[in-house]
Each structure stands twice: as structure tokens, then as C-alpha cells.
């Protein structure tokens, strides 16, 4: 019984690797491509917190802030659309470990702004900031043709995969034979991160963008840089 269910388990496994076993030596390969490209898109995620011992105060503070900052955010002539209330939090803090007499409460709403004009970044910035946000979550830099770079890069991938095979095939003393056996793929990348915080009272901005060769640039302090949409293609080929 135990033979059989031996021979029963591994039945499957040889039949699998036949479709190889005839095709004869096979080299597998993958190609890697990368583009860079100016973003043509920021999406900008802030916060705005206030504290008091009472928490309807703290909540008209919270509403007055965030009527200042859309207000700001207005001026620039954004799309209402592209303006959205991400999350709203209220929290108490206790005094001391015991949690039982309450120490203050604290508001917090997020809005997440979509800029179209990614050259307003930075006096949309400066703006909300003066108007009553005190923290930056998290800034992406993007492109609206994404689709169109990851087929480029994609298209890339599969012609560096084709010569590597031809490479390594030539190496060994053999040649490909025919069309490769099957494709697979992989495209990720087109957006930079600048990093999300949640520490209490403090407002940072780390960069972390693509910034060699050509790029877009913006007045004042913050480089556009450019943003990577890279693509992975694996071939598998027969060769003789």
C-alpha cells in the first residue's frame, strides 16, 4: 500500500517535467528594463490636530483649521474632486499609567489633495502649512501615462531577455532554437514616496526620488526628480 501511494504521489511530478524532457536543454533567462520619467502628478496627504481638555473645544479648534486650510487649498483652483477628507480621529490621553482621570483629547482629521500641476507643489505646501496643518503624512510624486511607460518598459524587458538567451546559448557552444516557451512578466514602480509620519507635533518631509541624469526642476526648495517604472520579463527557450 505504501508502494502504491508512492507511485501515485510521484506520477504527477514525472508527468509535469515531460513536456521538458522532450523539448531537450532549456535555458531560462529573465530580462530587467527601467525608464525614468518626469512626474506629472503629486498627491499630497496632510493632517491637522489640535488639543484641549475639552473635547467640543478641541473639535471647534479641529473645524476652524480645516475650514482655513481648504480655504487655501481653494485658492489654488483645485478641482473639489481631487480634495478629500482621508480619516478622522479622536483620542483621549490620560495622566499618568492608570488611565482613569483624563488628561486632554485630541482631534485629528487628514485630507488628501491630487495636484495636477505638480510646479503649484510647493506654494500649495507653503500655504497649508500657514493655514493650520501641522503634519505632512506622506508626499508621492506620479505620472498619469504609467500604462503607457510600463509597456514601454515591459517591451525592453522582453528584448534584453531575448539577447541574454542568445548570449548565454552562444557562450555554452549551442544556439536557440525557435520562438521562447513561455513568457512571464512583471511591472511595478511609476510613484516616489517621501515617507509617513505620525509622531506627535512634529512635521517631516524625506525625500526619496530618482534625481539622475535630465530632470524637471521647480523653484524654491523641492526637486522634482524623476520616478522610476521599471519591468521584469522571464523567458524560458529550447537549445541545441
Known amino acids: 500500500m505504501k508502494t502504491e501511494c508512492a507511485l501515485m504521489f510521484l506520477l504527477p511530478l514525472v508527468l509535469q517535467a515531460q513536456p521538458y524532457l522532450n523539448q531537450g536543454n532549456v535555458v531560462s533567462v529573465t530580462g530587467d528594463a527601467e525608464i525614468k520619467v518626469i512626474p506629472n502628478q503629486v498627491v499630497l496627504s496632510l493632517g491637522v490636530e489640535t488639543r484641549d481638555r475639552n473635547l467640543a473645544v478641541a473639535r471647534v479648534q479641529n473645524d476652524s483649521a480645516v475650514r482655513n486650510v481648504l480655504d487655501s487649498i481653494a485658492r489654488f ?28 483629547y485630541v482631534v485629528e482629521k487628514s485630507i488628501a489633495i491630487t495636484l495636477k500641476d505638480v510646479f503649484k507643489f510647493e506654494p500649495l505646501l507653503s500655504a497649508v502649512l500657514e493655514a493650520g496643518a501641522n503634519h505632512i503624512y506622506n508626499v508621492e510624486f506620479m505620472t ?14 522582453a528584448k534584453a531577455a531575448i539577447e541574454k538567451a542568445n548570449d548565454l546559448a552562444t557562450a555554452a557552444g549551442l544556439k536557440v532554437v525557435g520562438k521562447p516557451m513561455n513568457v512571464s512578466s512583471y511591472s511595478y514602480g511609476g510613484g516616489s514616496w517621501y515617507g509617513r509620519l505620525h509622531t506627535m507635533g512634529a512635521m517631516n518631509v524625506s525625500q526619496n526620488v ?28 529550447r537549445i541545441e
Open 77 to 104: 483652483q483645485i478641482d473639489s474632486t481631487d480634495v478629500q477628507t482621508d480619516f478622522i480621529r479622536v483620542d483621549i490621553r490620560y495622566q499618568g499609567s492608570a488611565e482613569t482621570v483624563v488628561d486632554h
Open 144 to 157: 498619469t501615462d504609467l500604462r503607457k511607460y510600463r509597456d514601454q518598459a515591459r517591451a525592453l524587458a
Open 210 to 237: 530618482y534625481q539622475a541624469g535630465e530632470r524637471g526642476s521647480a523653484e524654491g526648495t523641492i526637486a522634482l526628480g524623476k520616478i522610476s517604472v521599471t519591468a521584469s520579463v522571464s523567458m524560458n527557450f
